[in-house]
């Protein structure tokens, strides 16, 4: 929970000013900086190193250094197939046939060994998301209305959540816990324990039908949740609900803010490298019922007006039998840490306010930040995903400018269009997602995910990419062969991408889909306040 709030500044400096004489002490960049005018070539040279690490990407190998290797050794060995025939009436034929069959041997051990060592691919199953009851749903009016009524805020700071409320891009039909609606709010441990039960088992068991996985089959289990982590742990409280067996790698990720589901892929994937013939779940939420802010320090009260509650679970898997069922291959994951940064480190920092009550603030750096561990991210990204043109145009503009110092040649921006079909944009606020359509240029049809998924669902944290991939399955649009990138940010300050293959044309008939009620009447249009 405290890693999208960043996202959510809705045009700060220059809107969150009253006609009266207070002010808003939030002072917040408008929007993410030009992030892409300036390239660190440390970054570019960080991605290439990693395209030569992963198999996928490999290509030249195959292209290039394996026929020049057979070329080079039948030419030091001298093996001439065409004289196997006289093997047994010329000696000089046989040394030089067993010689050249020995280089061959050689080869294919080397070409065997290799085979052997490289990554197992890591097979995304199927995954699922949690939609709550209707009763927990929760307009924008209603919830205006229960913090009017609630008494723990200022006047002012009412107005000030009704402004942001209605410019955050939420519809009326997103969630809340029951211990936050409660009147008065019941905010307990017991709560929110019952909160944390309710999205595990509202996702993980039609996670388990529809895969048809028994939970004993687990082999390792990542559990993510930013704000809330209690004792005994979420990890242990699946472990106990669903009865996993003793040997289970279990793992809970807490204080890592909305892209923490990302981080949980990532880690799963090196687990599942280590361990063959293995499955993984990766659990991911936020917990809101204890990090409701019930206090008047406007720089904490954007979380009330964005957060809500969700989850998701993902199967992974590293069996080959599992591909043909499986619905993506996870390509590439790229993470960026920022936060040996001061001003990264604390523009997004849990702290209490000057009356003791808790809450998440934002620093008015925070667009910068968060612009600057975007383009370090894609910078990385870049090399391992764009096609070898756009890589070309952009190498080229890159040495006119760090190299020969050309300040007339503006910098030139990959088109990640060309190597992406599908876009899941962390839904962590309207403003971000318009600074980001803007810098990568890309079109409301690559923004619709993410834009819907905020107005439906809410900011979900970490759990929201995969609300946005539901959308875009529940829409009938991956195909297979499609490309599919999901990205996110998170407090620290992170930055952090996942690059997934479909394996197969997605149908769109799905009675777990969140969507599958709702798809029809999507997209609809979002009115600018």
Known sequence: MGSSIELENERLTAEMAFTDDSSIVIR????????????KLKYV???????????????LIFLIAIPLFIATLVQLTGLRLDRVSDLWTNQTAFIDTATGLTGLLVLLLGLGFYWTRRPKPVYLVDFACYKPENERKLSVDSFLKMTEENGA?????????????RRSGLGDETYFPRGITSNPPRLSLEEARFEAETVIAGTLDPLFKKTGVRPDQIDILIVNCSLFNPTP?????????YKLKPSIKSYNLGGMGCSAGLISVDLAKHLLRANPNSLALVF??????????????????????????????????NRAADRRRSKYELVHTVRTHKGADE????????????????????????????GDALKTNITTLGPLVLPITEQFRFFVTLIRRKVLKSKSVKPYIPDFKKAFDHFCIHAGGRAVLDAIEKNLRLEEWHMEPSRMTL?????????????????????????????????AFGSGFKCNSAVWRALREIPVQDATNPWTDSIEKYPIKIPVV
């Open 28 to 39: 917040i960049r408008r929007s993410l900086p030009d992030f892409l005018n300036s390239v």
């Open 343 to 370: 001003s990264s480190y604390n523009c997004v920092y849990q702290r209490e306010d000057d009356r003791g009550v808790v809450g998440v603030s934002l620093a008015r750096e925070l667009m910068a930040v968060a």
């Open 233 to 241: 742990s979420l990890s242990a409280m699946i472990v106990n609900r």
């Open 45 to 59: 040279k960080l991605g290439y190193g990693y395209s030569w690490k992963k198999p996928p990407t490999t290509w």
């Open 455 to 487: 107005h439906r669902f809410g900011n979900t944290s970490s759990s929201s990419l995969w609300y946005e991939l539901a959308y875009t399955e529940a829409k009938g649009r991956v195909r297979g062969g499609d490309r599919v990138w999901q990205i």
């Open 153 to 165: 805020f200022e006047d002012e700071t009412v107005q000030f959540q009704k402004k942001i409320s």
């Open 284 to 317: 991911s939420t936020e917990n809101i019922t204890l990090n409701w802010y019930f206090g008047n320090d406007r720089s904490m009260l954007l979380c009330n007006c964005i957060f809500r509650m969700g989850g998701a679970a993902v199967l992974l898997s």
